[in-house]
C-alpha cells in the first residue's frame, strides 16, 4: 500500500453547518398572494417531493431541528431549502446524499438524492415567491410512528444496547459497551441492517448525538464472537447486505461494541444504539462469500489553512470480487473522495462522493452495476480534504492534522463490501451481466473490464484461480 500527498483540486465548496445554518429564518419572500397563477405550487408539486424526501427526518420526534410538514411549516426556510438542495453532492446538501452525478457508476439500491427535475421545480416554486396553490391538490399526509422510522422498514428484529452517559464538556471517550442479548430463539439471514441512535436530548442533527462510531460484533450462545457487522458512525444510512451473500445471526447471540468512541455534545446526554435487522425466509441459504476490503490511512500529513490536499491509496485485488457497496471515511477535515480500478492498463473511476463528516453514507450498488473486478486489479482511492476555514468541519483550521481517532484528527478510509469469486463464479457473474444488460459482443461496461468478453481471458484461466 502506498500513500503520497498532492495539491492540485479546487474547492468543492463550502457549507454551513447541519446543525446551525439550516434553522436561520430567511428574508421574507414575495407574497404568494401575488404568485396565484404560477405553474409550481406547494400543493401539487413540493409537498410531495417532502414527503418522499424530507418529511422522515423533518417532523417532531425525529432528527431534524424543524418540521417541513405543510405550507406555514416549509415557507419560512424556502430559500433555504432552495439553496441546499442545489449543493447536490458538496457539504450541506440535503437530503444528505453525496455521489457526484456526472462521474461514475449513478445506480444505487438506496439512492436517497432529488432528481433534477425535483431539484428544478423547487428552485422554480422559490422563485415565483412560493406559493402555495390549491390545498385540494396536496397528497394524502403521510403517518408516522412516534419515534424515529426505520429505512429498512418495520424490523424483524430490535436490539437495544446498555446506555452511556456523556457530560456536557468531558473529553472524547474510547471503550467498550457491555452486551445485549438478542432474544433470537433460532439462526436467520440478514437482510438489511441499520443502526439508530436513541437520545434523551431534544434538538437537531449535531446536538443529540454523542457516537462518533461504534466497532459492532456479536457471539454465539457460548459466548464466542461470531461476527462482525458494519460498523456504525454519525449519520450513517442502512446497510443492504447482497443477496447472494447474507451475514448470519445466531440464535441465542449477544451483540456488544468492543471499540466505541463518544464526543460530547455541549449538553449532559444519556444515548444507546438500537439495532434493526431484517431477516431473509427461513429457507434461504447464502451462495457466495462475503469478504470487506478495509483499507487506508497511511501518513496522513495535512497542512493548515489549504484545500484541495490529497492523500492517495492503492490496493491489488487478490481474487475475483464483486463490490457491493462504496463506503468512504475522513474525518472533518474530508470533503471528498474518489476510486478508480486500474486493470490492463484501463482505468476507470467508479464512484466519487462529497464528504460531510456530519453523515457517514453508505453506497449500495444496484446488482447490475456493481463493479465485477478481476484479480490483479489495482484499485487507487483518492481522498481530498479542505482545512480552511471555508469549511466548517473544521474546529480550528490553523492546526496540522495527521492520523488519529478523533474528528479533529484525520483518516483516510475506504469500505468495499462485496462477494469474492472464483473463476467459475467469475465467468458465470459476467455471463449473467451481460445478458441482463443486452451486452454486444465486444461491448463493456463501467466498472466490469471483462464484460466485453464473451468468455474469460486464457491468461485467467491458465491461472487457475
Known amino acids: 500500500m502506498t500513500v503520497s500527498n498532492t495539491v492540485d483540486r479546487p474547492q468543492l465548496g463550502s457549507w454551513t453547518g447541519v446543525a446551525t445554518a439550516i434553522v436561520l429564518l430567511l428574508a421574507p419572500l414575495p407574497p404568494a398572494a401575488a404568485q396565484e397563477n404560477s405553474e409550481v405550487t406547494f400543493s401539487r408539486d413540493v409537498a410531495p417531493i417532502l414527503q418522499e424526501s424530507c418529511q422522515g427526518c423533518h417532523r417532531e420526534s425525529s432528527v431534524a431541528p424543524m418540521p417541513l410538514l405543510d405550507y406555514q411549516d416549509v415557507r419560512p426556510y424556502a430559500r433555504r431549502i432552495k439553496e441546499r438542495t442545489q449543493l447536490r453532492d458538496r457539504q450541506g446538501v440535503m437530503p444528505p446524499w453525496f455521489i457526484e452525478r456526472e462521474v461514475g457508476i449513478q445506480h444505487f439500491r438506496n439512492d436517497e438524492a432529488l432528481t433534477e427535475q425535483e431539484i428544478a421545480l423547487i428552485a422554480a416554486w422559490v422563485d415565483a415567491g412560493a406559493p402555495e396553490g390549491d390545498p385540494a391538490d396536496l397528497p394524502e399526509p403521510l403517518v408516522f410512528p412516534d419515534e424515529v422510522a426505520w429505512d429498512i422498514g418495520e424490523p424483524d428484529l430490535v436490539v437495544d ?13 474510547w471503550g467498550m459497551i457491555p452486551h445485549a442479548p438478542t432474544g433470537l430463539e433460532e439462526d436467520r439471514y440478514v437482510a438489511a441492517m441499520q443502526v439508530l441512535e436513541i437520545s434523551d436530548v431534544e434538538g437537531g442533527v449535531g446536538g443529540k448525538f454523542i457516537y462518533h462510531h461504534a466497532i459492532m460484533a456479536s ?24 443477496a447472494e451473500a447474507s451475514p448470519l445471526l445466531t440464535a441465542g447471540s449477544q451483540f456488544f461494541i468492543p471499540g466505541a468512541h463518544m464526543h460530547s455534545n455541549d449538553q449532559t446526554t444519556t444515548a444507546h444504539l438500537r439495532l434493526g ?19 487506508g490511512n497511511g501518513e496522513v500529513d495535512l497542512r493548515p489553512m489549504e484545500k484541495g490536499q490529497q492523500v492517495h491509496v492503492y490496493h491489488t485485488l487478490e481474487q475475483n470480487m464483486k463490490v457491493t457497496t462504496f463506503e468512504p471515511h475522513m474525518h472533518a477535515s474530508g470533503v471528498r473522495m474518489c476510486w478508480e480500478a486500474i486493470w490492463g492498463g484501463r482505468t476507470e473511476t467508479i464512484s466519487c462522493a462529497g464528504y460531510d463528516h456530519n453523515w457517514v453514507k453508505v453506497y449500495n450498488y444496484d446488482e447490475d452495476r456493481a463493479p465485477l473486478l478481476p484479480a490483479g486489479t489495482l484499485i487507487h482511492v483518492i481522498a481530498e480534504f479542505d482545512t480552511t476555514p471555508d469549511n466548517k468541519n473544521v474546529v480550528d483550521p490553523r492546526n496540522w492534522q495527521g492520523l488519529g481517532h478523533r474528528s479533529i484528527d484525520n483518516m483516510a478510509i475506504v469500505f468495499l463490501p462485496g462477494i469474492a469469486l472464483s473463476d467459475e463464479e467469475f465467468a458465470q457473474e459476467i455471463a449473467n451481466r451481460r445478458a441482463r444488460m443486452g451486452l454486444a459482443p465486444g461491448q463493456g461496461m463501467l466498472g466490469c473490464p471483462l464484460c466485453g468478453f464473451e468468455e474469460l481471458p486464457a491468461s485467467m484461466r491458465a491461472a487457475g484461480r
Open 161 to 173: 444496547l446498555p446506555p452511556f452517559t456523556m457530560e456536557a464538556h468531558a473529553p472524547d471517550w
Open 219 to 242: 457471539t454465539d450462545a457460548n459466548g464466542r464472537t461470531n461476527g462482525n457487522w458494519p460498523v456504525h458512525e454519525v449519520g450513517r444510512n442502512a446497510q443492504l447486505f447482497d
Open 277 to 295: 435487522f431484517k431477516f431473509h425466509p427461513r429457507d434461504y441459504e447464502p451462495t457466495r462469500r462475503r469478504v470487506t476490503l478495509t483499507f
